[in-house]
């Protein structure tokens, strides 16, 4: 399995034909201070729309075992369930860089199995690079992975893997010796290979402080408009996601409105016979045709009206 080429977007006038995200892009954006974007995707449809106002990196979060698959936590999803989503999202992305989570479990017993996962990420779920919650605990994970050429993104602080353990969601970094403990983390993963760094639900001059430490982008989420970039759950985005919304989302759309809407208006128009319309969303029969058809049916009188009898 070879890693797909670029793939390029059709030019217009007013911009330039879009090209393929690479990790040398996302760390010249840092350096031009250009705040790079990410959104989660879960499924094909999702995929082209971050490719056709295209984000930078699109990825398919383990949120999609809650705002998808409908289970209670992320160490819920399983290596293959993602695997199928991860195939689905590939198909649908073009320029934008496509990374996934490695699920809970697939890295804890170790570097080896790591490895082994992320080799199924790559290959069968067509992904560019991995990512991996946790701190220095996890170094060792990635030193194994980046030297085997396989991009790590890493992501520290609220942990959401780890909520059991954690007793709960909770904001990281709130006291000195937990903010120190991040930012070590987050050197010892540069140190380590990583490309970029998530920072989740942390306060904002932390997430600005270690930004300025490290050399590679951060992307934050709940972390403050200092950091190299910024990522939403697409559910969280567009307003889809009916279950707990943390402080850090920001609706940029009403689509769960708008679907409640369009379910509402279907029933009703099934219901009270207005949909379909015989003619707009109907098939029609050559008259001659449907006249034999009657003879030979020896129903020649047969007629029929969508109002007086709908069914
Ligand atoms: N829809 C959705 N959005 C997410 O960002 C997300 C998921 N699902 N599922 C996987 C994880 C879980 N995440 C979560 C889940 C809960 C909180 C939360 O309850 N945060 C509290 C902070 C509590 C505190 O003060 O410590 C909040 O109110 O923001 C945050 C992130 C992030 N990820
Ligand atoms: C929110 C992002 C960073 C994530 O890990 C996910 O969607 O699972
Ligand atoms: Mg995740």
């Given at each position: ?14 911009s ?19 705040p ?21 990196i ?105 909520h059991?353990?954690l ?26 290979g ?42 969280d985005m ?19 409105k ?14 009270d016979?207005?949909f ?36």
């Amino acid at each position: 399995m070879s890693v797909r080429p670029p793939k390029s977007l059709p030019s217009t006038p007013s911009s330039p034909p879009a090209k393929k995200t690479t990790i040398a892009h996302l760390a010249e954006l840092r350096a031009s201070r250009i705040p790079i974007t990410v959104l989660t995707a879960y499924d094909f449809p999702t995929a082209r729309a971050c490719s056709a106002h295209p984000v930078d990196i699109t990825l398919v979060g383990d949120s999609l075992a809650q705002v998808c698959l409908g289970y209670t936590s992320t160490t819920r999803l399983t290596l293959d369930e993602m695997l199928h989503h991860c195939r689905a999202v590939a198909r649908g992305t073009t320029t934008p860089c496509l990374i996934a989570d490695m699920p809970f479990g697939t890295y804890a017993a170790g570097p080896r199995d790591a490895v082994l996962a992320a080799v199924r990420m790559i290959q069968e779920g067509q992904v560019e690079a991995v990512k991996l919650e946790g701190g220095e605990e996890i170094v060792p994970h990635v030193n194994a992975l980046t030297q085997m050429g396989i991009p790590v993104m890493a992501h520290i602080g609220l942990l959401p893997q780890r909520h059991t353990s954690l007793s709960g969601y909770r904001v990281q970094g709130r006291t000195v010796e937990s903010a120190r403990s991040l930012v070590r983390a987050a050197l010892a993963l540069q140190d380590a290979g990583a490309f970029s760094i998530v920072l989740e639900a942390m306060p904002s001059p932390l997430g600005a402080y270690i930004t300025e430490q490290v050399n590679i982008p951060t992307i934050g989420i709940g972390a403050g408009p200092g950091t190299s970039g910024q990522v939403l759950v697409w559910d969280d985005m567009v307003g889809t996601w009916g279950g707990h919304k943390a402080k850090f989302v920001r609706h940029f759309g009403d689509v769960r409105k708008e679907v409640a809407r369009g379910v509402a208006a279907y029933v009703d128009a099934v219901r009270d016979g207005s949909f379909p319309h015989p003619e707009r969303e109907g098939y029609a029969m050559d008259h001659g045709e449907w006249e034999n058809f009657l003879i030979a049916e020896g129903k020649s009188g047969w007629t029929w009206s969508s109002k007086e009898n709908p069914v």
